[in-house]
């Protein structure tokens, strides 16, 4: 996680840094760090936020014109200044940023103690600057090529920004695992630095993207230099990147998460159109014709994903399972590739992220594509590493998601994965064109009735303040609502750190039922589909325990409003698109309750958006 930005030019290079920082806020908020160089480097660091360090910095940066910066997510030693990047070799001569984690640092930094150096933090950052130094001094190398040569003998992850004071025209960033992007301009007398585009578009929307283990040079009105880690030219391409910033702000909202699930009827309305065909009748994914018949006769669907994104993923398992007949399985990322699993080339492989770039994730589609099974993607980010290297990748519009938890990148992953599994239903013949035409039709109403839930706004925010003091929740649901559960109980948990554990309605009475009693709420998704009288039927178990009950149900609901203490009222849609609009009020929820108890909902704590760390 963390997120690096850098800067050599002709313009002031702090406020670059500061700005970039606080746009790659989302990856990790535990410290922050510049260093610019003046002859000498100047660092300013601070524990918390972007905005102490900005504080920090005083008038000596004026007119310095080259500069690296990094926020923190702690990984290795808390979050104190020491810790906080950029870290400076025992020379004092190169400093660096890093996002990442070097495996092998304790076995370098021993080695290292053994030759003298000392440490005054325990970052593994720390001890890769001076392995560095230690490489440079040994071979006697310019900064380049030691930090080529260190690499060789590193394992993890990382994106660098590096810069050694005996080259002061010249800033190395490289990058393995860990997403980073330079932006570039025609003259190439400046070159910025980013963990993502997104500090970079409002100064050149010219982008290059680097692969693994690609090491670059920056300077000043030179072209730029890319080699791999022994030396070999690489060719690169420079991409040109539209991102409307405009949206990347608040607005008239308190929070990024209540803009972002507002904006989820325009951002549901995006994905579904941008996935249809000029006449709004059929679906049509661009560019998938060349894997179309590989998905047709795909032996399986294995989705991978994390978090939220895994959520998605069982609403896709029920769907794609239902319309198109192809087994589906969902796998935790991290688990996946370390079980040794059985993939062959029949399958597909289905990676769902918002970020594009979750370490776990990229690294179970990596190991499909090695086994020979294609890959797929559902990810909202342009040009993100999960898009860059899968055979196909269907985006989700949902435009730069902030908050730290994920709301309308979730809804618009169930309605890409939602399409496909009409489409793949209608290619293999297992629905018909009408049921297809129907189904579409309906989607396209989703936007509207999303937007009808907004009006429960304030009847939801009443409701949530009763749970201020609440220390732990049970949501349940059964059949496409079950991920609703699971998903609702996440979004509790992540941003007010009550405890909340999502369970499938009917496993309650093996183990779970024992917790019920008047202080454990259970929130239920009974949606009136096939299993609603079981749902009616669980409540009842619930209530005659004493245990309190918040329901989402449909406006026209008969029976569960009666044993329910509370609920949360959607439009009925039809069973497998019930999912997009009965997970927005439990989002309002979490949100609300987080508030009353005064939480950081953008910001969590020890959370960080875009998780580039195994
Ligand atoms: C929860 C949340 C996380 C992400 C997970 C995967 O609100 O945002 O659980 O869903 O870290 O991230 P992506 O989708 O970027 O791969």
């Not at 025209?169 to 070159?191: C, D, H, Q």
């Not at 040109?240 to 608040?250: A, E, F, M, P, R």
């Not at 509790?492 to 019920?516: D, T």
Request: proline letters at 3%.
């Amino acid at each position: 996680m963390c997120g690096i930005v850098g800067y050599i030019g002709n313009k002031e290079a702090s406020p670059i840094l500061v700005d970039g920082l606080k746009k790659l806020e989302y990856r990790g908020y535990d410290s922050a760090g510049i260093a610019v160089l003046n002859g000498d480097f100047l660092i300013y660091k601070q524990p918390g936020k972007v905005i102490n360090l900005e504080e920090s910095i005083d008038e000596r940066v004026k007119g310095l014109s080259m500069g690296i910066a990094h926020t923190r997510w702690a990984t290795h030693g808390e979050p104190t200044e020491q810790n906080a990047h950029p870290h400076k070799s025992n020379n004092g001569e190169i400093v660096i940023v890093h996002n990442g984690i070097i495996e092998n640092y304790k076995f370098l930094k021993d080695e290292l103690i053994k030759h003298g150096y000392t440490f005054i933090g325990q970052t593994d950052t720390e001890v890769l600057v001076n392995y560095i130094q230690f490489v440079q001094e040994k071979n006697h190398l310019n900064i380049e090529d030691a930090l080529k040569k260190t690499l060789q003998g590193i394992n993890g992850a990382y994106a660098l920004a590096v810069m050694d004071k005996k080259e002061p025209n010249k800033m190395v960033v490289t990058r393995k695992g860990s997403p980073l992007a330079i932006g570039v301009t025609e003259t190439n007398e400046e070159f910025y630095v980013a963990s993502d585009a997104i500090p970079i578009v409002e100064h050149t929307q010219s982008l290059v993207y680097l692969n693994d283990d690609e090491v670059v040079v920056l300077e000043r009105g030179k072209k730029l230099k890319i080699t791999d880690i022994y030396g070999v030219q690489k060719p690169y391409r420079v991409k040109n990147i539209d991102l409307n910033l405009n949206k990347v702000s608040k607005g008239k909202y308190e929070h990024y998460m209540l803009k972002e699930i507002f904006e989820q009827p325009e951002t549901i309305k995006n994905t579904l159109y941008s996935h249809l065909n000029t006449e709004n009748t059929n679906i049509n994914f661009e560019n998938l014709d060349v894997l179309k018949d590989k998905l047709i006769k795909a032996n399986r669907i294995i989705i991978v994903s994390c978090g939220t994104s895994w959520h998605a993923g069982i609403v896709g398992e029920y769907i794609i399972e239902e319309l198109a007949r192809i087994p589906v399985e969902v796998e935790y990322a991290s688990e996946f590739r370390y079980r040794n699993p059985i993939i062959t080339e029949g399958d597909i492989v289905m990676a769902i992220s918002q970020s594009g770039e979750t370490a776990d994730t990229l690294a179970a589609l990596r190991y499909s594509k090695s086994k020979g099974a294609t890959t797929f993607c559902i990810c909202n980010v342009f040009g993100s590493s999960m898009a860059r290297e899968c055979d196909f990748t269907a985006y989700t519009y949902a435009g730069s998601e902030v908050g730290v938890a994920s709301t309308k990148a979730f809804t618009a992953q169930v309605a890409v994965v939602s399409l496909l599994a009409i489409q793949l239903g209608v290619e293999r013949n297992t629905i018909s064109q009408e049921k297809a035409s129907a189904l579409v039709e309906e989607i396209k109403t989703l936007p509207l009735e999303v937007n009808k839930i907004f009006s429960t706004n304030e009847h939801i925010k009443s409701i949530a303040k009763n749970y201020t003091q609440t220390t732990s929740f049970l949501f349940l649901g059964r059949g496409i609502n079950f991920p609703i559960a699971l998903e609702g109980a996440l979004k509790l948990k992540e941003i007010s750190y009550i405890h909340a554990e999502g369970y499938p309605a009917a496993e309650m009475k093996h183990g779970p039922i024992a917790m019920i009693e008047e202080s454990l709420p259970t929130v239920i998704v009974a949606t009136n589909n096939e299993y609603y009288d079981k749902l009616v039927s669980n409540a009842q178990e619930i209530k005659a325990r004493k245990g309190p009950i918040l329901a989402v149900i449909n406006e026209d609901d008969s029976d569960m409003i009666h044993v329910a203490d509370f609920v949360f009222k959607v439009p009925r849609v039809s069973d497998m698109l019930q999912p997009i609009v009965s997970v927005i009020p439990l989002q309002l929820f979490s949100y609300h309750v987080a508030v009353f108890k005064g939480c950081n909902v953008d910001q969590p704590r020890n959370l960080a958006k875009s998780v580039t760390v195994e």
